[in-house]
């Protein structure tokens, strides 16, 4: 939140100072004459406003060894010693005070202030609380209090102490105000009154810099991107401050317009080395985070140049260049990081693009260098695993695997992984019992279950029992999850058709139709639900769900084989010859019974290699 940047700073206990110097006159002190009572604290409030606190402490220090009753002294010397930064002395103060008048507010207050300099915001709050009860709610110290509360993330609790509290009428104090009240508002996720109280604070003083900077990035937050460019271009154009130019930029990237001219002029600024290689870095980020790879590389080469030893400045054009396309460049760059400081995410990063420039030993070389580097990162076990798998060389790949499973015995990854390659060489009956100890180490099980679904359904024969029930447990207590449904109702259809056991029959039927319901343009729901209703030699429905499943995936030999079948038996003779030829067709480009396994393997590269950049 940018606009916490904007709460007040100055010393906390000076924001106090005239309600303890007022009360400094109306509070009797029994014990000290009235009048020179009052000239001890003039004096002392007089050097105070002149900053001369070490005047105001040989006034005041004296006066409190012959008047040690004398709260009001006390108060005023505790705020000369903060300001002059001594705070135990300023804290002794305060504590004299309450040790003989606990409820005594403007002390609490005091003393609240003083921790929260010290960053101790917990005793902070405690002790503004109290002085907000004591003093029967008094405004100003449940502005302090809601500060402290706010400071703490605490922010339903400040919004509750700033009720019915009004602004107040000093020019700075309403601006601080109005920046509480938004950073309370973003903490409590509503962006838009965050913006509008910053724009509150931005008409006091329509020209401060600071208040356009933080109004403009409050209405970018609250996604009100052509007000926030408006004022960051005007701010920028003034002042070609690069904080404004960084957001204008932002909010030209979300408006989706040329931002081209405030990239050459952000790039043009004269600065310093190191700052021009921090705006650079940071330019390169708000690309990066808005897909613009290619621009982003630019200032990273950039940053790059202006700091040519660093190698990570190296790694990070390398990566940029290689999402960018560039992937020849982003190889250079990735060789110069790894000259300069090999590191695992180097040697990992260089295999990913020697594969894609087809040369897969290297890319092997550099994924064994990553987990030889970092062997108790499971990422770089597993990219070399993959990369075997890619290549169907599941022999490596299971030694890999099982090495990292003994590294990583809680890794639901490194499971499915291991799973999956058992599934590819055959095994299948032993891939489902891995992937079933995937299903139960996994935090979220969806993604191990489709991939059981999966190898299922790849059989002619009967689905494995445990592996079904346990698909099908997971369907029922999830009956929105349609893939779930999906391949429970399928794995029931190749169960019940092995045995020709029609029991569950409208079981399977309706856990099919929701998913079709729910996955209209994927194929698998409409062919499975026309493989139901062939069974049950409802050709007509049959051949609707068969048709659709045949559009949606026209290479798939099987679909128009089936749909073959289902045109002879309705006697539509030209069309199964037609759906023949497509059948041949499609089973010379991948050979029927491999078709799903095909499938299988491209789904799970891609699917795990993306689990693998989630957090674990």
């Known amino acids: 939140m940018a606009w916490n940047l904007l709460l007040t700073s100055t010393p906390p206990v000076s924001r106090l100072r005239l309600i303890l110097f007022a009360a400094a006159f109306l509070v009797p002190i029994l014990s000290v004459p009235m009048f020179a009572q009052q000239q001890v604290l003039l004096q002392a409030q007089s050097a105070l406003d002149s900053n001369h606190p070490q005047q105001a402490i040989d006034i005041l220090s004296k006066h409190v060894t012959d008047h040690p009753a004398d709260d009001s002294a006390h108060l005023l010397l505790a705020e000369a010693f903060t300001m ?51 003093s029967r709610h008094e405004p100003q110290l449940r502005i302090e209090w809601a500060q402290a509360l706010t400071r703490l993330h605490r922010f339903k609790e400040a919004s509750n102490a700033l009720t019915s509290v009004g602004a107040p009428t000093d020019a700075k104090e309403r601006i601080d105000f109005f920046c509480l009240k938004a950073a309370i508002s973003e903490g409590l996720g509503n962006s838009s009154s965050a913006a509008a109280e910053m724009e509150s604070a931005l008409a006091i003083r329509p020209e401060d810099a600071g208040l356009q900077l933080a109004t403009a990035m409050a209405q970018l937050q609250a996604e009100h991107a052509d007000r926030a460019m408006n004022l960051a271009q005007r701010l920028y154009t003034r002042t070609q401050q690069v904080e404004a130019g960084l957001l204008l930029l932002q909010t030209q ?67 940029a260049q290689f999402k960018a396309g560039e992937t020849k460049d982003a190889l250079s760059s990735a060789q110069k990081a790894k000259e300069l400081r090999d590191s695992a995410d180097t040697e990992a990063l260089l295999g990913d693009l020697q594969e894609t420039l087809g040369d897969s030993l290297s890319a092997i070389k550099n994924y064994q260098a990553a987990v030889s580097i970092d062997p108790k990162n499971e990422d770089h076990q597993l990219a070399l695993a993959l990369e075997f798998i890619r290549h169907r060389n599941f022999e490596p790949a299971k030694l890999v695997l099982e090495q990292a499973e003994k590294s990583f015995p809680k890794s639901w990854r490194i499971a499915v992984a291991l799973g ?14 891995i992937l079933l100890r995937a299903v139960d180490l996994a935090p979220d099980p969806e993604s191990v279950l489709r991939y059981l679904g999966d190898i299922e359904l790849d059989e002619s024969a009967a689905p494995d029992p445990p592996a079904m029930m346990r698909i099908c447990e997971y369907a029922d207590a999830h009956p929105k999850a349609a893939r779930e449904q999906l391949y429970c109702g399928s794995l029931m259809l190749h169960n019940g058709y092995a045995s020709d056991d029609k029991s569950r029959i409208n079981d399977i039927i309706r856990r099919l139709t929701i998913a079709v319901e729910a996955l209209p343009d994927e194929a698998a729901p409409h062919c499975e639900l026309g493989r139901t209703y062939m069974w049950l030699e409802n050709w007509t429905l049959a051949q609707r769900e068969s048709e659709i499943c045949a559009r949606l995936n026209p290479d798939s030999a099987q679909a128009h ?10 006697e539509q003779i030209e069309r199964a010859h037609e759906e023949i030829k497509l059948y041949k067709a499609a089973s010379e480009r991948l050979a029927d019974e491999n078709e799903q396994h095909e499938n299988s393997l491209k789904t799970f590269i891609y699917t795990i290699r993306n689990e693998a950049t989630r957090p674990k």
């Open 84 to 134: 002059i930064g001594r705070a135990k002395q300023a804290e002794e103060q305060y504590q004299i005070i309450l040790k003989h008048a606990p409820d005594h507010y403007i002390a609490l207050a005091g003393l609240g202030e003083l921790y929260a300099s010290m960053g101790e915001e917990e005793k902070a709050e405690r002790l503004l609380a109290k002085a907000v009860k004591y």
């Open 253 to 319: 990237l979300v408006m989706r317009v040329d931002v081209h001219p405030t990239l050459a002029s952000l790039r043009s600024l004269e600065l310093a080395t190191e700052r021009e290689i921090a705006l650079r870095q940071r330019l390169a980020e708000i690309l990066i985070s808005h897909g613009h790879f290619a621009e982003s590389a630019v200032d990273l080469n950039r940053a790059a140049e202006l700091d040519p030893t660093n190698p990570d400045l190296r790694f990070d054009l390398a990566l």
């Open 420 to 433: 999956m390659v058992q599934y590819f060489v055959g095994t299948k009956q032993e891939a489902s019992e």
């Open 561 to 570: 084989y089936r749909l073959s079948r289902i045109y002879r038996r309705t």
